[in-house]
């Protein structure tokens, strides 16, 4: 998008602050399946959950796997959702 897609306002520090704190919280609470929601689910989520994940030194094999699940998931879940709205639609791909 280059300047034309960039509006020149980042994330406020304060917000970026508590959703770091936020992220924090619900990884420690619940483990990888904060990371595997954060890949479909909570998506917003996600840069931030890999942040405390890369700064705790998170065990890289259970990461990638949640992480592998999660978007695994997503692309289906999408997918099948794409194939629902041409078949309402009438096209025959």
Known sequence: MGRAGFS????????TTQLL???QILLARHGVWTVF???WLLS???????????????IWWRFSLSSLA???LWG???????RLCR???GDRR
């Open 76 to 82: 289906a879940v999408s997918w099948r959702g794409l």
């Open 37 to 39: 929601l954060s890949r």
């Open 8 to 15: 020149g306002r980042a994330i406020p520090a304060k917000k």
């Open 21 to 23: 704190a936020k992220a």
């Open 87 to 89: 078949a309402c639609r």
């Open 70 to 72: 999660g978007e695994s």
């Open 44 to 58: 917003p989520m996600g840069p931030y959950v890999n942040l405390i994940c890369g700064a705790t030194r998170s």
